[in-house]
């Protein structure tokens, strides 16, 4: 089995000093105490067994927990993600020009051509909702929010927008215009920040790749390397002492497949890029492998993060675009979402 290719494997990747340390001294462990109030939690049986006791409650949904205080209803999250949903769709109809130049900076380039792919009919004060300036602090979004609801000239019904663009134009009020601003950004940013992330990531971990790798496996095998959401969060629920004896009744718990992803008892060579392991697994069923969470609860975007991300790496395959060879070192912050900070993507006569 080929290992990564030697220009990747030259690269240093280096994780922020929290994540290191998780690595570093809880690797392998099924369970193991974080904070006084805080366990975390890898081992593939005793995390499917805490993530199957009850569903997510809505402070624990990364995406759809309660929006300025207003909670949102399962129905309206599940409303709002067909209608990203069928953007998508409307989006990937027509064949993407040829001219697209996805050279430099990653994640930014990416994220930036899935905004105005997907999002490129709206307005302006929608799509700056999708800035990733705006991830520095909440107030910041609220603020830019709050301006884009109140100032005039905003969409109206009949109006040229997507669908999720369309929600925002039949708020009857100012509030309501906050809040749907609010749900825009919910719905459509995260795909945008994901897919952009997981492509950079895939790009930094191992390009170039070998023609007849599928994108599907380097997809599948950057997810497990560099998963993009590396915990999932539950509060203190008087169901998980009855679970396992080291969870006590007021411990919060952290399922961490930044672990899991890479134990050396589920996995062969677990710090390897070996997408062509993916020919022989299968990620829905395979021991430890959360990168959109567990199976009674799927992240909600996944069936629109597998294509685009798939588009996207087909079309830099296809370019030629190769990691500047100049750069040796990426760093990953700790963040919500994990990923290589910048990768310098060229064209590969601009490498030499």
Known sequence: MAL??????????VLSPRLEAL???????????????????????????????RR???????????????????????????????DVREALKAPLPQN?????????????????????????????????NLELTPLLTWLVISAGAALPGRPKPGDDLT???????????????????????????????TISTLVANALWLGSPFDDSTPNRNIILESLRLLPPS????RRASPEYPALDPRIGAGDDILVLPLLSHRDPA?????????????????????????????????CWGRHMVMPLAELLLDRIREAGLVVDPEQRTAKVPLLGLLGVSEV????ARDAH
């Open 56 to 86: 997510a409650t809505e402070i624990e949904r990364p995406t759809f927990k309660p929006l300025h205080g207003r909670s949102i209803a399962r129905t309206e999250a599940s409303s709002v993600t067909r209608t990203i949903g069928s």
């Open 344 to 347: 310098r993507v060229l064209k």
């Open 163 to 193: 669908e999720l663009g369309k929600l925002t134009a039949k708020a009857a009020n100012y509030q309501d215009r906050r809040y749907a601003m609010g749900m825009y950004r919910r719905a459509a940013a995260p795909v945008c920040f």
């Open 23 to 53: 690595l570093r001294d809880h690797l392998g462990k099924d369970a193991v105490r974080l904070e006084p109030d805080t366990i975390g939690v890898a081992g593939p049986e005793l995390t499917d067994r805490i993530l199957a006791a």
């Open 4 to 13: 990564s290719p030697a220009s990747a494997r030259s690269r240093n990747t």
């Open 100 to 132: 697209i130049d996805l050279s430099g900076p990653w994640p930014l380039t990416g994220h930036l051509f899935l905004r105005d792919l997907i999002l490129g009919r709206d307005p302006r004060r929608l799509r700056i909702l999708m800035s990733r």
């Open 230 to 233: 590396w915990n999932i969060l």
């Open 266 to 298: 589920l996995w062969e060579d677990p710090d390897e890029f070996r997408p062509e392991r993916w020919d022989h697994l299968d990620p829905d069923s395979t021991p430890g492998y959360l990168p959109f969470g567990h199976s009674s609860e799927r």
